[in-house]
Nanobody
Framework: QVQLVESGGQLVQAGGSLRLSCAASGRTFSRLTMAWFRQGPGKEREFVAGISWIGGKTYVADSVKGRFTISSDNAKNTVYLQMTSLRPDNTAVYFC??????????????????WGQGTQVTVSS
């Protein structure tokens, strides 16, 4: 069993930056593929970024490429999502997800067994 706790979401003005954190416990963090998803109002949950436990490969969705960065700190069992140049359409609940079976990053929510409770990011214009 893996527990995920997100933090860092808040109200920010357009053009601002935020760093979200996801602390994992309950399983060897270094063998978890971690990902960030988001769900905006009236929208489906979508993949934002991920980091694979195999080789530490990262992938960022095209919609946020160049503005968002995913990283991890194995010593702290934490994955981060650094968000810059935020826009109002980035407003969403951001969720952390994890799974130890995923070798290749996937945007399919069904592939992730563990989810955090989400953290709200609101970008004002």
């Amino acid at each position: 069993q893996v527990q995920l706790v997100e933090s860092g979401g808040q109200l920010v003005q357009a053009g601002g930056s935020l760093r979200l954190s996801c602390a994992a416990s309950g399983r060897t963090f270094s063998r978890l593929t971690m990902a960030w998803f988001r769900q905006g109002p009236g929208k489906e949950r979508e993949f934002v970024a991920g980091i694979s436990w195999i080789g530490g490969k990262t992938y960022v969705a095209d919609s946020v490429k160049g503005r968002f960065t995913i990283s991890s700190d194995n010593a702290k069992n934490t994955v981060y999502l650094q968000m810059t140049s935020l826009r109002p359409d980035n407003t969403a609940v951001y969720f952390c997800a994890a799974d130890g079976r995923i070798a290749v990053l996937t945007a399919n929510t069904a592939e992730y067994a563990y989810w955090g409770q989400g953290t709200q990011v609101t970008v004002s214009s």
